[in-house]
């Protein structure tokens, strides 16, 4: 017996059946809803044309809207949620134009149209759960929305002009989203493919059992690109975003262990509070959709070489939890990553969390990411650099990259040269050229391999300026500490 996919849609109950498991939302919206507002841009997260609002019911009764791309989340996944798409503004805005859309007009913030919707939906959402939005949470709201005609100036004016219009409010239906909740395993079997949602991580544990090639799904910024890019057949998913226990972010006893399923958003306040350049670094994954979506732990078991999350964590002593139907594992998260798309996972496992121990007061740290944007875009280099200190002699030099090599990798030789010696000049100067033994980066679209090498070493001359020089300011953001 399948379940049928229950969501709220632009306030009315929507039950769902005999559509495939890897359907988007976009595609729905697009084709059987018949509500061709949200566009079709990318189809990877990009551009933001899809921009939707989508709440879903918290532990503790509250439903925030948080912005999401409707191109790359599956359909099932949407289960159980609140959606709100461009063309219900007008019935809460009693047929007016909502008070984003009117600012849009008078700012003359739309040419070509195509990407305006996207843009409203993520300023709606942005001034829906903070109506005094400042610059920087504006910019960081629209971090994920491209115009090709009308440039940007325009569109900040209209978020600007819209606050201070009357506020209309999409307020989610908590009680509504209660009755459609569940309480086990959410199940939807059709011949096109099987989608399973537990609500428990044993639940989680003893699906994996029965289908250990099931793919996981968790934010799907990674796998639905998997469908709408690469078109590949997924017959068993498997998706983590219902299980509340994974979802958790706790400090105990001053370590921070994070629910693999905790998406970037939810773990963005805990994490920035970890040392230098981490909030810098957590706005710059992706854009606030992105974000809204991807978890902590999909961007580790991802295994990718270019990921934001590993060189920090790295460098934090992280430790991962593997957990199957067999019990559970701890491993320090370097170890994870073995060769290129090779990680420590055996069938049937899956990450619990994430545990990143009590920083000591003695470390320094810091992390930087280096792209060719700012918002929404890979890294060519990603590094994490701590240095236990003891006197002012370094004890312990733990520097990971991103981008170096086909892992997240530390610079052993660099570290070694760092090692028992006091943090000066010369040591640095040791560590840069000891480097050289440590990585052999590629070339490629995003950086050449002498561009990866010199940065890598630049970074770490960074990290020396703003440790020991706090009077030089390096960069427009912060200094290290
Ligand atoms: C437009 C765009 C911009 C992006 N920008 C960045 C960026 O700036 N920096 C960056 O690092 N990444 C970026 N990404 C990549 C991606 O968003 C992140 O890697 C994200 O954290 C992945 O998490 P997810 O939950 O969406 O993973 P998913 O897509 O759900 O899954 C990713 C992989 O992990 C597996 N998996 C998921 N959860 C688990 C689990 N609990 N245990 C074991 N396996 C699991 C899945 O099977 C899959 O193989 C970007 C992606 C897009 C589309
Ligand atoms: S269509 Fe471009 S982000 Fe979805
Ligand atoms: S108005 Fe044409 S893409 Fe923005």
Redesign the pocket.
């Known amino acids: 017996m399948t379940d049928t996919i229950r969501f709220i849609l632009n306030g009315k109950l929507c039950e769902i059946s005999g559509l495939p498991p890897t359907m988007t939302l976009l595609q729905y919206l697009r084709g059987p809803a018949g509500l061709c507002g949200t566009k079709e841009g990318c189809a ?3 551009c933001g044309a899809c921009t939707v609002m989508v709440a879903r019911l918290e532990k503790d009764g509250s439903a925030p809207y948080r912005s999401i791309n409707a191109c ?1 989340a599956l359909l099932p996944s949407l289960d159980g949620r609140q959606i709100v798409t461009v063309e219900h503004l007008r019935n809460v805005a009693a047929g007016a134009l909502h008070p984003v859309q009117q600012a849009m007009v008078e700012c003359h913030a739309s040419q070509c149209g195509f990407c305006t919707p996207g843009f409203v939906m993520a300023l709606t959402n942005e001034l829906n759960n903070n109506p005094q939005a400042d610059d920087t949470a504006i910019h960081d709201a629209i971090s994920g929305n491209l115009c090709r005609c009308t440039g940007y100036r325009p569109i900040l004016e209209a978020a600007r002009r819209a606050k201070d219009m009357p506020r209309v409010d999409i307020p989610a239906d908590a009680a509504a989203l209660a009755s459609i909740a569940r309480t086990k395993m959410f199940s939807y079997e059709m011949p096109a493919g099987k989608f399973f949602a537990p609500v428990t991580p044993d639940e989680l544990a003893d699906v994996l059992a029965q289908y250990p090639d099931a ?11 998997w469908v709408t890019k690469f078109h590949m057949d997924l017959p068993v998913i498997v998706y ?1 975003g219902n299980i509340a226990a994974l979802r958790g972010v706790t400090d105990v006893d001053g370590n921070l262990e994070i629910g ?2 905790a998406t ?1 958003s939810e773990a963005f306040a805990a994490l920035a509070k970890r040392g230098a350049g981490m909030e810098d670094l957590l706005r ?3 854009s606030l959709h ?1 974000r809204n ?3 902590v ?3 580790i ?2 295994g ?1 070489p270019i ?3 590993p060189p920090p964590l790295i460098a934090l002593q992280a430790e991962i939890i593997l957990r199957s139907q067999k019990g559970t594992r701890s491993l320090a998260l370097e170890k994870y990553f073995i060769a290129y798309k090779k990680q420590d ?1 055996q069938p049937g496992e ?2 619990e969390k994430i545990i990143v121990p009590k920083r000591a007061e003695n470390t320094l740290f810091a992390t930087y990411k280096v792209s060719k944007r700012f918002d ?4 060519a280099v990603c590094a994490g650099f701590a240095l236990d200190m003891d006197g002012g002699v370094i004890r312990a030099a733990r520097l990971c990259y991103g981008g170096m090599a086909a892992t997240p990798k530390r610079a052993a030789a660099a570290e070694a040269a760092l090692v028992g010696k006091p943090w000066t000049r010369e040591a640095l100067a040791d560590a840069a050229a000891a480097m050289d033994k440590d990585f052999t980066p590629l070339s490629d679209m995003r950086a050449s391999a002498a561009y990866r090498q010199s940065v890598a070493k630049n970074l770490l001359k960074r990290f020396f300026i703003e440790t020991t020089m706090p009077e030089v300011k390096t960069g427009v953001y912060r200094h290290a500490g």
């Open positions: 990877e997260g990009d790359i793919y996981m799904l968790s934010g799907g910024t990674d796998v639905g690109l983590t693999a399923a970037y710059r994954i992706g992105i979506a991807g978890t732990g999909g961007n078991a991802n990718s990921g934001d999350g996972r899956f990450i929404q875009d890979i890294s």
